[in-house]
């Protein structure tokens, strides 16, 4: 028995619906424990390519529990898309799909909210989704949330709505001139969703506590990345949750001593979506040429993302924050025709050598890269099957950010397929 968490070390975006794809297959429970359906997991197998937003990764492999824990936010419209759209494929999501009692339902104020809020920003936006996911947070902090378990006692959730729909209608008027939502309508509504969804609600933390006292093994699922959380993250260009490992525990209801191994994911160069500082950035000519052989363009909005150059600086902060035990390297493919490669493992502000991630986003903002260059290997590695026939000066640019973390890398994928993943021993 092994219980894993997986998360980003990065911006988010590092390839992780692959990797829990893999690992599910070990696995018997994977459980989702932050985030919403602003993230997306890729999956590709065979010919057919799986777009995940709320649903775990697990879910195509036959026989496993798929958990949605108590530290998601739901907008149940989408979730119960998302199931039709696998059911439609022949994915068996009633036998396998469990969705947490405690999870805080988004609603069409929430969404409406993100989206004026960022316009009024401007200049200073954070390039959210506009999917309503940190209102929904900030409704659970303010203790004001509704929760999904909330859905199956009409008249306490009518009680509850009335009042988060007169508060938000006051702000919707005086703030932004909006005429604001209905009661009625949201209400008629959400009580059917609730019913939709009735046959997959459990008790989770209980659900998961039994599974572990018999023995099963956990993957727990991270969306977003470590530099996106939002305690730990470059805030307030972050997510509005804890992306971290700690989010895992909490997000499910887990003691954290219950978790064997932290596995970070990672690409072979960095990118990130929406507005911050990104000191390793590449120009205009390598930003256009990456990120088409990369597709880097975001799984839930289809935005471009900003590429540039590995950061070691950021791992570092990844590895540190999150306890990683190891970590897995994606993308290796998409730097095949990149020669020299670069690797930042410093920043220069103020006349000063930073060694560390800075935690100011002001100072983050003015930090210049220092970079190590390394050789690259200018041969193809998509049609590798085996980590040991990887050019040499592949293998040299993994064991020098091995070396640099103090980590082992244990899996390096070279292409969006299964079976295009190399286990290193």
């Not at 401007?122 to 999917?131: A, D, E, L, M, V």
């Not at 939002?230 to 003691?255: E, K, L, Q």
């Not at 890269?369 to 050789?375: A, D, H």
């Not at 998509?382 to 993994?398: D, E, F, G, M, N």
Request: net charge positive; glycine share 10%; proline share 4%.
């Amino acid at each position: 028995m092994s219980n894993i968490i997986l998360v980003g070390a990065q911006w988010g975006d590092e390839g992780k619906g692959k990797i829990i794809d893999i690992l599910s297959e070990k696995a018997d429970v994977i459980i989702r424990f932050q985030g919403g359906n602003n993230a997306g997991h890729t999956v590709v197998t065979g010919e057919e390519e799986f777009i995940l937003h709320l649903i775990p990764s697990g879910i195509l492999h036959k026989n496993k529990a798929c958990v949605i824990g108590n530290g998601v936010v739901v907008d149940p419209e989408a979730l119960l898309n998302e199931i039709d759209a696998l059911k439609k494929r022949r994915i068996g999501v009633d036998d396998s799909l469990i969705i947490s009692d405690q999870v805080h339902i988004i609603f069409p104020y929430h969404k409406l909210l993100d989206e004026l809020r960022e316009k009024k920003k401007g200049k200073t936006k954070i390039g959210t989704t506009k999917r309503g996911i940190g209102p929904c947070y900030a409704d659970k902090v303010s203790r004001c949330g509704i929760r999904l378990t909330e859905l199956l006692n009409p008249q306490e959730f009518r009680e509850k709505l009335k009042f988060n729909i007169d508060e938000k209608n006051a702000i919707l008027s005086t703030l932004y001139g909006h005429k604001g939502f209905s009661l009625d309508e949201i209400y008629e509504r959400y009580i059917e969703y609730g019913k939709k969804l009735k046959k997959y609600i459990q008790n989770t933390p209980l659900f998961l506590n039994t599974a572990i006292s018999k023995d099963k093994s956990l993957l727990f699922e991270g969306a977003q990345g470590t530099l996106l959380d939002i305690d730990h993250g470059t805030y307030p260009f972050v997510t509005s949750s804890n992306a971290t490992a700690g989010g895992a525990c909490a997000g499910s209801g887990i003691s954290p001593i219950k978790i064997n191994r932290i596995i970070g994911v990672a690409k072979a160069y960095t990118t990130r979506v929406g507005e911050g500082p990104f000191p390793t950035e590449f120009g205009p000519d390598l930003m256009k040429k990456i990120r088409k052989k990369g597709k880097e363009f975001g799984a839930t909005t289809g935005r471009p993302r900003r590429c540039g150059w590995l950061d070691v600086a950021i791992l570092k902060h990844a590895v540190m924050i999150n306890g990683l035990t190891e970590l897995v390297l994606t993308k290796l493919d998409v730097l095949d025709d990149t020669d020299p490669i670069k690797v930042c493992v410093a920043y220069k502000c103020g006349g000063k050598v930073l060694k560390d991630f800075p935690s100011n986003m002001e100072t983050l903002a003015e930090c210049r890269p220092v970079y190590k260059e390394l050789p690259g290997w200018k041969e193809d590695t998509s049609s590798v099957t085996k980590y040991r026939v990887l050019p040499l000066k592949a293998r040299k640019y993994i064991a020098y950010i091995s070396k640099f973390l103090k980590k082992k890398i244990p899996m390096v994928s070279v292409g969006s397929e299964r079976r295009q993943t190399l286990i290193r021993v």
